[in-house]
């Protein structure tokens, strides 16, 4: 796993999530994901999924490569 890749991209959803007023909460609750899950993209534990990226995308109004550096 490229831990630098992964938080990079936990940043930018962060930082997307917070220019939207969603807290982690709400994120999770509209993304069908759970809140926990969030918070270790948002610090960049884990890698996720293509699908999730573009369901998270969706959840946020924006195209998924906003959340890619």
């Known amino acids: 796993m490229n831990k630098k890749l992964a938080a990079l991209v936990g ?22 994901i759970d ?4 918070g270790r993209i948002e610090r960049g534990e884990v890698n996720i999924t293509i699908e999730k990226l573009y369901e998270i995308a ?4 924006c195209d998924a490569k906003e959340l890619l550096p």
């Not at 997307?16 to 069908?32: I, P, V, Y």
């Not at 809140?35 to 969030?38: D, G, N």
């Not at 969706?58 to 109004?61: D, P, R």
Request: charged share 35%.
């Open 35 to 38: 809140r926990s899950y969030v």
């Open 58 to 61: 969706e959840t946020l109004g």
């Open 11 to 32: 940043k930018r959803i962060a930082k997307m999530r917070k220019s939207k007023g969603l807290t982690q909460d709400k994120l999770a609750l509209f993304a069908e």
